[in-house]
């Protein structure tokens, strides 16, 4: 498993085991089940915290990277033209220059009568460029623009009209994939390919990151591992939901040197997003992503804390 000296992937074998056909379930399930063990809450609550602190960690070292401070550019390039080449489905001319991303913002009055700026889905091309910079490791680029008094980058992590699409799609996508394969190998399920049978959550998640939607800039690291392990190839380039398909031919485990440079990606992926988004003043709110993970979902309590003015784990 991935990061297995500081994530503590036994948690999930000895509290989760893989069934067939699980007849206790209508209809019966294929997938993974609570062992339903004494202190699995306590056990899967140190699980989530040991997770979350090696993002914390590795982030803070890549936070020391860069400078403290960065002087805000009004005119100019923000990322190459051999970048905006390699990735021309979503940079262009225009979001390459920085006085676009100011000349996009938008002055808007909240209720208190304050006035802030911000961007909304009209301008999600830029939540779009935030993602392919991420991927790409431009961090001195975004971590300028998160300091820059005149580009409300924060504004662009939550954009959606129907689905989202903002740039924490980035973290959602690569968080999701990441849990799925090293909780796979952890199960017993990754080698033998059963997990491959699993048809809701092996499905559902080939269809969040190589399925269509608006602004998928997020499933590139993805795409490019799909098609590489022949997942995706000429006769099926997107993964739609509700798909016929055979467990041999959707298999992504074979190579698994390649499925661990994958997971290298998806983490890092993971605390460079941490980085930007503190940068920008807010929370990753890392555990209130993971409680609603396969296979966490259901079984980690959590409650409301008035006093925080969020969800935290009980």
């Known amino acids: 498993m991935h990061q297995g000296h500081n994530i503590p992937w036994d948690t999930i074998s000895t509290n989760f085991k893989f ?8 209809p019966p399930l294929t997938g993974l089940v609570s062992r339903d063990k004494p202190g699995a809450q306590n056990e899967l609550r140190h699980f989530i915290k040991k997770f979350t602190a090696a993002i914390r960690m590795f982030s803070e070292t890549e ?7 960065f002087t805000p550019l009004s005119s100019g390039n923000l990322f190459t033209d051999e970048l905006r080449v390699k990735h021309s489905e979503y940079l262009n001319e225009r979001n390459q220059r920085i006085d676009y991303w100011i000349a996009r913002a938008q002055w808007t009055v909240s209720e208190d009568g304050t006035s802030r700026l911000t961007y909304n889905t009209g301008q999600a091309e830029l939540a779009e460029a935030v993602k392919v910079l991420l991927y790409e490791n431009e961090m001195e680029t975004l971590l300028m623009l998160a300091n820059h008094p005149l580009i409300p980058l924060a504004s662009l992590r939550n954009l959606h009209w129907g689905h989202h699409f903002g740039f924490s799609r980035v973290m959602e996508s690569a968080l999701r994939a990441y849990l799925f394969f090293n909780v796979a190998e952890a199960t017993g399920i990754l080698e033998n390919g059963s997990y491959a049978s699993m048809h809701y959550e092996y499905s559902s998640l080939l269809s969040e990151i190589s399925g269509s939607m608006d602004y998928p800039a997020q499933q590139i690291p993805h795409q490019k591992f799909l098609e590489e392990c022949g997942v995706l190839r ?4 997107r993964w739609t939901y509700g798909d016929d398909w055979e467990e041999s031919e959707s298999v992504a485990h074979k190579d698994y040197g390649r499925l661990q440079e994958y997971l290298k990606t998806l983490f890092a992926l993971m605390y460079r997003y941490d980085v930007l988004v503190r940068e920008c003043g807010l929370d990753p709110e890392w555990e209130d992503e993971m409680v609603f993970q396969w296979p966490l979902r259901g ?3 959590f409650e409301w804390d008035d006093v925080l003015g969020k969800s935290v784990i009980v």
């Open 234 to 237: 000429q006769n099926r380039t």
């Open 19 to 26: 069934s067939r056909e699980d007849k206790r379930f209508t």
């Open 63 to 69: 936070r020391a990277k860069y400078p403290a401070t």
């Open 299 to 301: 079984n980690v309590k």
